[in-house]
């Protein structure tokens, strides 16, 4: 059944208790977004019990409506991988919103970071006639053709964390914006680097999967630091967001540009697992009391615990809690309602140290923001995804 109608009590049920919780805003600015990523470590942890709570509410109301209406609404989901803690972080939020005492039929296909194959999944849905198709796109170009392939079958389709580039046809996205990542890291590096007194940034990057907009962004907006600061970056090389990938790139730059380094930029927790096993291995230190400035993105749990102990210096937050949003989205298309076509998620600024309280940088839509810092402490590793 291609539309779910739901009752006004279910509706107004699931938009409350949603809105309470995941900590995403609708907005068509990154203005928004800046102004929720300055929520604090408390408000993102409550934002998390909150989005707990909000899912388990909409789940009593969402199975008695599927149970009164007799049907379920059936989504294929074209998951990036299995590659990293966030990874598994995104698949487990979507899962458990698109569960079945939600109300759904859930077709999940892990592409095990192959696009051909993230491609065919999506033409499988379709073939298949699900209601609704959910894409986490690994690389950000080549979906024009098959999104116009679900245009034609009526199947919308809502994309999450990662953008799609060379196409707009798709009925809504919802993830982080990526370049504002890379300039908040430059930013904070920039006030680090000048209150220690460094004057010299040689600065070494294992980026993410090439291609992806997460990549892409981070890249973007840390490299207008580069210019701008005049560091000296030596060297940029993928490490596919593996701790695998980090690790080989690390020993590979640990022989090439030995003593010539004091920073290095991780664009994933797992490449910088990698990054300090590789420079453990080669006697190089690293952290808050080490010759190496490390720099991390999307502080899940294990990424917040090396930023507690001092290993990593910052940790720019990538939320990965898109199932709520993406089930309140489907929600509303079943209910015949229009959506926002872009929902950024809220996300913190993690550091060890607490001298440093905010950064302030022109975000990727040229608004000066300033947005707090969050020194990291137990109760928020535990809080944390
Ligand atoms: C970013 C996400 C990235 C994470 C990595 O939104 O797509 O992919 O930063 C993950 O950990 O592998």
């Known amino acids: 059944m291609k539309k779910q109608v739901l009752s006004s009590v279910l509706c107004a049920t699931m938009a409350a208790a949603l809105l309470a919780?995941?900590?995403?805003?609708?907005?068509?600015?990154?203005?928004?977004?800046?102004?929720?990523?300055?929520?604090?470590?408390?408000?993102?942890?409550?934002?998390?019990?909150?989005?707990?709570?909000a899912t388990s509410a909409a789940a009593a109301a969402t199975s008695a409506a599927a149970a009164a209406s007799g049907s379920?609404?059936?989504?294929?989901?074209?998951?990036?991988?299995?590659?990293?803690?966030?990874?598994?972080?995104?698949?487990n939020s979507v899962q458990s919103a698109l569960s079945k005492d939600n109300g759904f039929d859930l077709e999940f296909v892990?592409?095990?970071?192959?696009?051909?194959a993230q491609l065919q999944a999506v033409?499988?849905?379709?073939?298949?006639?699900?209601?609704?198709?959910?894409?986490?796109?690994?690389?950000?170009?080549?979906?024009?053709?098959?999104?116009?392939?679900?245009?034609?079958?009526?199947?919308?389709?809502?994309?999450?964390?990662?953008?799609?580039?060379?196409?707009?046809?798709y009925t809504a996205w919802v993830g982080s914006e990526f370049t504002n990542e890379g300039l908040a890291a430059g930013a904070w590096l920039k006030e680090y680097t000048e209150a220690k007194g460094i004057k010299d940034v040689n600065v070494l990057v294992i980026s993410g999967t090439t291609g992806s907009s997460a990549q892409l962004g981070?890249?973007?907006?840390?490299?207008?630091?580069?210019?701008?600061?005049?560091?000296?970056k030596l060297d940029e090389q993928t490490g596919d967001f593996t701790q695998d990938g980090g690790q080989q790139v690390m020993e590979s730059y640990c022989k090439s540009y030995q003593g010539k380094f004091n920073v290095v930029v991780c664009q994933n927790d797992n490449e910088a697992f990698g990054a300090e096993q590789a420079m453990d291995a080669a006697g190089v230190s690293y952290g808050v009391d080490g010759d190496v400035i490390l720099i991390s993105f999307d502080a899940c749990t294990a990424g917040l615990?090396?930023?507690?102990?001092?290993?990593?210096?910052?940790?720019?937050?990538?939320?990965?809690?898109?199932?709520?949003?993406?089930?309140?989205?489907?929600?509303?298309?079943?209910?015949g309602q229009t959506v926002e076509k872009q929902t950024f998620m809220a996300e913190p600024w993690y550091v060890h140290d607490s001298?440093?309280?905010?950064?302030?940088?022109?975000?990727?839509?040229?608004?000066?923001?300033?947005?707090?810092?969050?020194?990291?402490?137990?109760d928020i590793v535990d809080a944390d995804y």
Do not use: M
């Open 123 to 169: 033409r499988q849905f379709i073939q298949d006639q699900v209601d609704y198709i959910v894409i986490d796109p690994i690389v950000s170009t080549g979906w024009d053709t098959v999104l116009g392939e679900a245009q034609d079958a009526g199947i919308p389709v809502v994309v999450i964390d990662r953008t799609i580039d060379d196409s707009d046809k």
């Open 21 to 53: 919780g995941c900590g995403s805003t609708s907005t068509g600015s990154a203005a928004a977004t800046s102004a929720a990523a300055a929520a604090t470590s408390q408000a993102a942890a409550a934002a998390t019990s909150a989005a707990a709570a």
């Open 72 to 91: 379920t609404i059936k989504v294929g989901f074209a998951q990036v991988g299995h590659e990293s803690d966030w990874r598994t972080a995104s698949t």
């Open 355 to 378: 001298d440093l309280t905010s950064i302030t940088y022109t975000n990727n839509a040229g608004q000066s923001v300033t947005e707090d810092l969050v020194p990291v402490t137990q």
């Open 218 to 232: 981070r890249s973007k907006g840390f490299d207008q630091y580069v210019t701008s600061e005049g560091w000296n």
């Open 110 to 116: 892990d592409c095990d970071n192959d696009s051909a």
């Open 305 to 335: 615990t090396d930023v507690l102990a001092g290993k990593i210096n910052a940790d720019f937050q990538c939320n990965p809690l898109q199932g709520p949003d993406c089930a309140k989205i489907i929600k509303s298309l079943a209910a």
